[in-house]
């Protein structure tokens, strides 16, 4: 069992930055981690994942502007987003996959931490 907690989100104009950090809580075991937003009236979206050997997946609209990573120890998740656009307005949720030893091969994402939100206005 771990908890997720993040944080950072906020508002921004159109082309500004913002970084979003996960701080993650329980046992150090091997997660896959991730993000995943939703808008309103629109579906959850997978945004970015990274395993435990740091390997990492974009959805295509975030490509070249979204960067994850984490820390040396896993505890740590961080979401750089460059470049927004008033369509990633969202809110942001931090996930992790216990299951998987530390890899994202089963899409499946039991923990969920309570979001942060980011609006980015044109």
């Known amino acids: 069992q771990v908890v997720l907690v993040e944080s950072g989100g906020g508002s921004v104009q159109a082309g500004g930055s913002l970084r979003l950090v996960c701080t993650v809580y329980g046992p150090a075991y091997p997660l896959c981690m991730g993000w995943f937003r939703q808008a309103p009236g629109k579906e959850r979206e997978e945004v970015a994942t990274?395993?435990?050997?740091?390997?990492?997946t974009y959805t295509d609209s975030v490509k070249g502007r979204f960067t994850i990573s984490q820390d040396n120890a896993g505890s740590i998740v961080y979401l750089q987003m460059n470049s927004l656009k008033p369509e990633d307005t969202a809110m942001y949720y931090c996930v992790a996959d216990l299951s998987g030893g530390g890899y994202c091969d089963s899409g499946i994402f039991g923990s969920w931490g309570r979001g942060a939100q980011v609006t980015v206005s044109s």
């Open positions: 990274i395993d435990h050997d740091g390997r990492t």
